[in-house]
Nanobody
Framework: QVQLVESGGGLVQAGGSLSLSCVVS????????LGWFRQAPGKERSFVAA????????AYGNSVKGRFTISRDNAKNTVYLQMNSLKPEDTAVYYC???????????????WGQGTQVTVSS
């Protein structure tokens, strides 16, 4: 059983920064991909970022490119999302996800965390 637990959400003013973390536990393929998604009220869940096992490959959603950075520490089984220049439209529940296949995907993930709320005030 794989578990993902997010932390680091909260309330921040527009223009500010926030860092999310997600700790992975349980049995996983060593070449898994980790990703972040978000879901705003009344909207579908959308892709934010993903990172390969080695960290050499990353992908970002268009709305966060240049502002968010994904990274991982495999020794700590943790993936991070550094969010800078936050906007009110970044307000959402942010989910960590794990994909057992080694290639980055914008949609297909096998395990999900419970989510952490990020609220950006104007």
């Amino acid at each position: 059983q794989v578990q993902l637990v997010e932390s680091g959400g909260g309330l921040v003013q527009a223009g500010g920064s926030l860092s999310l973390s997600c700790v992975v536990s349980g049995r996983t393929f060593t070449t898994h991909v980790l990703g972040w998604f978000r879901q705003a009220p009344g909207k579908e869940r959308s892709f934010v970022a993903a990172i390969s096992w080695s960290g050499r490959a990353t992908a970002y959603g268009n709305s966060v490119k240049g502002r968010f950075t994904i990274s991982r520490d495999n020794a700590k089984n943790t993936v991070y999302l550094q969010m800078n220049s936050l906007k009110p439209e970044d307000t959402a529940v942010y989910y960590c996800a794990l994909r057992e296949a080694p290639s980055i995907s914008y949609t297909s993930y096998d395990y999900w965390g419970q989510g952490t709320q990020v609220t950006v005030s104007s």
